[in-house]
């Protein structure tokens, strides 16, 4: 038995991907480790943006690549990606993407397939350990056949949960006979937008051959990817082909009166199959999200059973309430040090506090609760700076990580506008929370000199937890952009 990560990982590098990158994020993270200790050409980009640029860089190269982010990396990878499902790709590219319904690692739990389909790219998820490594295989068939990026997309229970792993053959590569210019520009681009359709289209009929539907029956379930690794009913029809939908699915699915479409997170089959069953004049009535007979978001085992059995009672499904409490710091934390000194620098003054990505978030849990906001990685500095608009001096908290991961967008714009902030970068030189992964200032990168260069005019510098007070005083006490680099390791057991 294996852990789904583990089978992942597995899975691609049997299939010959000769480049994996992305950017570290449950519940994906150990996918690309995994690579990485076992000597393939696999590396954490800064951030997701960029992975996704070298990834088709490579693809055009005619290496086999993949790029392996959370769900919430997909937001960066739209500004690329809708330019290249236009010109397509050559060798193929896969996009395994990890997604966290129920958010249980993450600051939402945003749907991957939404945003694939938004970005017309076909979708996959396999629907249990087992048939995994066949899904990866077609994924990377298909992207070498239609030469489009595919989303492979895992939830959070299949990356934590074991399965037995199911061999397969590397395919024959498929590369294009003649180099090929991909540049999406005006005179091509309505051309390639209804070739894109096309293509879909195309994938919808080969998406056909996978559906596999109980005989009799009038009721059937449609369970969506690793859904259907929970369901305990005959009458099941797995789907792993998500998006586009396989062109016969209304017509097929016709003969039973009732469909519950099971699915995590949002309602994304349910929506798409009800209005396909419209449009063809088909009378079976879908329920699911929309019909409030499934709940959003994560499904459980215990979930999908108590929502089969409301169902069949023509009842509304109750779900038992979880409680969650945020986990505080470790002993000895460096953010430890950043909040005690503005707790006494602050007094009975309320001073507005933006959070980042990665630890500094559990500056929200007590004892210190300090926070007012905290949304994306590296949005720190440009909340705290639209909320110093307010005339108030704020502040912003960020690590190493989310600093050059996107965060150096906002200092920036602060630093042109010596906006009222005080910008504390805590530099314990990794990405502590998704796993102590190596961050650029541990390869060479000075974070102060690339602020320097950034023209910020008041960076300070400091190891040592008794200057903080005096420093953030300082800062506080006067108007425009201050950064003080906090340079402290959390306890060294914790670094691989
Ligand atoms: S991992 Fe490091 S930064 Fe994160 S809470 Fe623990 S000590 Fe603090």
């Given at each position: 038995?294996?852990?789904?990560?583990?089978?992942?990982?597995?899975?691609?590098?049997?299939?010959?991907?000769?480049?994996?990158t992305?950017?570290?994020?449950?519940?994906?993270?150990?996918v690309?480790?995994?690579?990485?200790?076992?000597?393939l050409?696999?590396?954490?980009?800064?951030?997701?943006?960029?992975a996704?640029?070298t990834?088709?860089?490579?693809?055009?190269?005619?290496?086999?690549?993949?790029?392996v982010?959370?769900?919430?990396?997909?937001?960066?990878i739209?500004?690329?990606?809708?330019?290249?499902?236009?010109?397509?790709?050559?060798s193929?590219?896969?996009?395994?993407?990890?997604?966290?319904?129920?958010?249980?690692?993450s600051q939402n739990?945003?749907?991957?397939?939404v945003?694939?389909?938004f970005?017309?790219?076909?979708?996959?998820e396999?629907?249990?350990?087992?048939?995994?490594?066949?899904?990866?295989?077609s994924?990377?068939t298909?992207?070498?056949?239609?030469?489009?990026?595919v989303?492979?997309?895992?939830t959070?229970?299949?990356?934590y949960?074991?399965?037995?792993?199911?061999?397969?053959?590397?395919?024959?590569?498929?590369?294009?006979?003649e180099?090929?210019k991909?540049?999406?520009?005006?005179?091509?681009?309505?051309?390639?937008h209804?070739?894109l359709?096309?293509?879909?289209?195309?994938?919808?009929?080969?998406?056909?051959?996978?559906?596999?539907?109980?005989?009799?029956?009038?009721?059937?379930?449609?369970?969506?990817?690793?859904?259907?690794?929970?369901?305990?009913?005959?009458?099941?029809?797995?789907?792993e082909?998500?998006?586009?939908l396989?062109?016969?699915?209304?017509?097929?699915?016709?003969?039973?009166k009732?469909?519950?479409?099971?699915?995590?997170?949002?309602?994304?089959?349910?929506?798409?199959?009800?209005s396909?069953m419209?449009?063809r004049?088909?009378?079976?009535?879908v329920f699911?999200?929309?019909?409030?007979?499934?709940?959003?978001?994560?499904?459980?085992e215990?979930?999908?059973k108590?929502?089969?059995?409301?169902?069949?009672?023509?009842?509304?499904?109750?779900?038992?309430e979880?409680?969650?409490k945020?986990s505080?710091?470790?002993e000895?934390?460096p953010?430890e040090?950043?909040?005690?000194?503005?707790?006494?620098?602050?007094?009975?003054?309320?001073?507005?506090?933006?959070?980042?990505?990665?630890?500094?978030?559990?500056?929200?849990?007590?004892?210190?609760?300090?926070?007012?906001?905290?949304?994306?990685?590296?949005?720190?500095?440009?909340?705290a700076?639209?909320?110093?608009?307010?005339?108030?001096?704020?502040i912003?908290?960020?690590?190493?990580?989310?600093?050059?991961?996107?965060g150096?967008?906002?200092?920036?714009?602060?630093?042109?506008n010596d906006?009222?902030?005080?910008?504390?970068?805590?530099?314990n030189?990794?990405?502590?929370m998704?796993?102590?992964?190596?961050?650029p200032?541990?390869?060479?990168?000075?974070?102060?000199?690339?602020l320097?260069?950034?023209?910020?005019?008041?960076?300070?510098?400091?190891e040592?937890k008794?200057?903080?007070?005096?420093?953030?005083?300082?800062?506080?006490?006067?108007?425009?952009?201050?950064?003080?680099?906090?340079?402290?390791?959390?306890?060294?057991?914790?670094?691989?």
């Amino acid at each position: 038995m294996s852990r789904g990560d583990e089978i992942i990982a597995r899975a691609l590098e049997e299939l010959g991907i000769e480049f994996i990158t992305g950017h570290p994020g449950s519940p994906v993270t150990r996918v690309a480790e995994i690579l990485m200790e076992r000597g393939l050409n696999a590396e954490w980009a800064v951030n997701e943006l960029s992975a996704i640029e070298t990834a088709l860089g490579a693809s055009f190269a005619g290496i086999r690549s993949a790029v392996v982010i959370k769900h919430v990396g997909m937001n960066h990878i739209v500004d690329p990606i809708m330019c290249a499902n236009l010109t397509g790709v050559n060798s193929a590219l896969l996009i395994i993407v990890g997604d966290d319904p129920g958010a249980t690692r993450s600051q939402n739990e945003q749907d991957s397939r939404v945003l694939a389909s938004f970005m017309e790219l076909p979708v996959l998820e396999p629907s249990s350990h087992e048939r995994a490594p066949e899904v990866l295989k077609s994924a990377l068939t298909l992207s070498e056949d239609l030469r489009l990026p595919v989303v492979v997309r895992f939830t959070a229970d299949f990356c934590y949960t074991e399965g037995k792993y199911h061999e397969i053959k590397k395919p024959e590569k498929n590369l294009l006979r003649e180099r090929k210019k991909w540049i999406s520009t005006m005179e091509n681009v309505e051309g390639n937008h209804r070739k894109l359709h096309e293509k879909l289209k195309v994938i919808s009929k080969i998406f056909d051959e996978w559906l596999r539907l109980p005989d009799e029956g009038e009721e059937v379930i449609l369970a969506s990817g690793f859904v259907a690794s929970k369901v305990r009913e005959k009458n099941l029809i797995a789907l792993e082909t998500i998006y586009p939908l396989p062109s016969t699915l209304p017509e097929k699915l016709a003969k039973f009166k009732k469909i519950l479409v099971l699915e995590e997170v949002e309602a994304f089959v349910e929506r798409h199959l009800r209005s396909e069953m419209h449009l063809r004049g088909i009378s079976s009535q879908v329920f699911g999200k929309e019909t409030g007979n499934v709940k959003l978001g994560r499904l459980t085992e215990e979930d999908v059973k108590r929502t089969i059995e409301a169902f069949r009672r023509g009842e509304m499904p109750k779900y038992p309430e979880e409680i969650r409490k945020p986990s505080g710091l470790c002993e000895q934390c460096p953010y430890e040090d950043v909040a005690e000194a503005i707790l006494k620098v602050a007094g009975e003054r309320k001073i507005f506090i933006a959070g980042d990505s990665g630890c500094s978030v559990r500056l929200r849990a007590p004892p210190y609760e300090l926070l007012d906001v905290k949304l994306n990685m590296g949005s720190s500095a440009g909340i705290a700076r639209g909320f110093s608009l307010k005339e108030e001096k704020t502040i912003a908290i960020m690590g190493d990580s989310a600093f050059f991961h996107s965060g150096i967008y906002g200092i920036l714009d602060a630093s042109l506008n010596d906006s009222n902030v005080l910008l504390v970068i805590v530099d314990n030189e990794a990405a502590a929370m998704s796993g102590f992964q190596k961050t650029p200032n541990v390869r060479g990168v000075s974070i102060e000199e690339l602020l320097r260069a950034l023209g910020v005019k008041r960076v300070s510098t400091s190891e040592e937890k008794e200057e903080l007070e005096k420093i953030f005083e300082e800062s506080l006490g006067r108007r425009g952009f201050d950064i003080l680099v906090y340079h402290r390791r959390c306890p060294e057991d914790k670094y691989k």
